[in-house]
């Protein structure tokens, strides 16, 4: 049995924990095994109506006093444990700080070996995977042969289109308590601070506006945010713009920063260096607007504007308000 990890959140299952179902789903399909997942806390039967569309079997649906918050030892611990109930022979997680933490004690638990961020994995006769998976945040490509009778991996994120699946299920509920010991409990999160940053999420974006050092200073974001409304859509900026300080580290794409996927990504006085290009290259098109017509990003986008920013920006919008 495959068992993937579920994020979520209102009994709604996170983008990414979806990513990880749908290579999930490939893997059960491949191996001729059942799809079942595993969530921690919130409302089972509400996130299990959910995943019934993407073909799920059997939820598991994991709660104990102390899983309340979030303690990443005591959740790999726990969905150790529940593999090893099961029986499942390879758990597939999002591809998410939370997804890495939990499966790393998971593996540790389970004594089995971990891949992060697969982009592509094969079953080979005899069981084993071979893996394609990203490093240095997509830079590079690596391949892996992953051995064992269980097995942890994540679905790099982007990399796994959301589908549901051809015929939707009715998963069944089962409710797993896990036993937990004072040493699952060393690390504890008692205290969350969201950031106040308002508007639709970098990484859900359909469309993004991102700025580069070319803006020229804090102010100037006014016009690419101006776009960004018009077309329904989102800032997001280089690192260098951030070590400016012109924008918060929350907006930063790229290799250390957010990796985006929107319909289209407008780049605006940014040079394309690869950690910044690894974190667009999900972007269904690229257009540049940039004054250097040799600048790297002109050559890796779909379209490119060359000139100057300031002012083909305002032209844009002013297009767009008429329009
Ligand atoms: P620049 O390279 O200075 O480019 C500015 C561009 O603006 C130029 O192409 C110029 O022609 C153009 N321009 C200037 N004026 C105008 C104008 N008026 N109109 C139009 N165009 C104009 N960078 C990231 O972005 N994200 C990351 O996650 C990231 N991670 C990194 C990790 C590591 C380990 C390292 C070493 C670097 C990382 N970087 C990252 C930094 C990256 O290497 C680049 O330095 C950075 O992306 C450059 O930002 P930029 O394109 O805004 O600035």
């Avoid at 049995?1 to 579920?6: E, N, P």
């Avoid at 799920?56 to 969905?79: F, I, K, R």
């Avoid at 998410?96 to 089995?112: C, I, K, Q, W, Y």
């Avoid at 200073?217 to 012109?246: F, K």
Wanted: with cysteine.
């Amino acid at each position: 049995m495959i068992l993937a990890l579920v994020e979520h959140e209102r009994g709604l299952p996170a983008e990414a924990s979806l990513e990880a179902l749908t290579l999930a789903r490939e893997l059960a399909s491949v191996e001729g095994t059942d799809l079942d997942a595993a969530a921690f806390g919130g409302d089972g039967s509400a996130l299990a109506d959910e995943l019934g569309t993407y073909g799920v079997d059997t939820l598991h649906h994991v709660d104990h006093d102390d899983l309340d918050g979030y303690a990443p030892e005591a959740w790999g611990e726990s969905l150790g444990q529940l593999v090893e109930e099961i029986d499942a022979g390879t758990v597939v997680v999002p591809s998410t700080d939370r997804g890495h933490e939990v499966a790393a004690h998971a593996g540790v638990t389970l004594d089995a070996p971990m891949a992060t961020n697969c982009v592509a994995v094969e079953v080979d006769d005899a069981g084993a995977y071979e893996l394609e998976r990203h490093r240095w945040g997509g830079s590079l490509l690596e391949h892996a042969r992953l051995t064992g009778d269980r097995k942890v991996i994540s679905a790099a994120e982007h990399e796994f289109p959301v589908t549901p699946a051809d015929e939707a299920t009715a998963p069944t509920v089962t409710e797993f308590t896990p036993s937990l010991e004072a040493d699952h409990l060393r690390v504890r999160v008692d205290r969350v601070e969201a950031s106040d940053e308002e508007g639709i999420p970098l990484g859900e974006a359909r469309v993004v506006v991102g700025g580069g050092r070319g803006v020229g200073g804090a102010e100037e974001y006014d016009q690419l945010e101006e776009l960004a409304d018009l077309l329904g859509g989102t800032v997001g900026a280089s690192r260098a713009a951030i070590n400016d300080g012109w924008r918060p580290h929350d907006d930063q794409i790229g290799q250390t920063g957010a990796k985006i996927s929107p319909d289209i990504y407008i780049a605006c006085g940014i040079s394309g260096a690869v950690q910044h290009m690894v974190g667009c290259k999900g972007a269904e098109t690229i257009l540049a607007i940039n004054t250097d017509p040799e600048a790297a990003i002109i050559q890796k986008a779909d379209w490119a504007v060359v000139g100057d920013l300031h002012e083909v920006v305002p032209e844009l919008n002013d297009a767009l308000r008429d329009s």
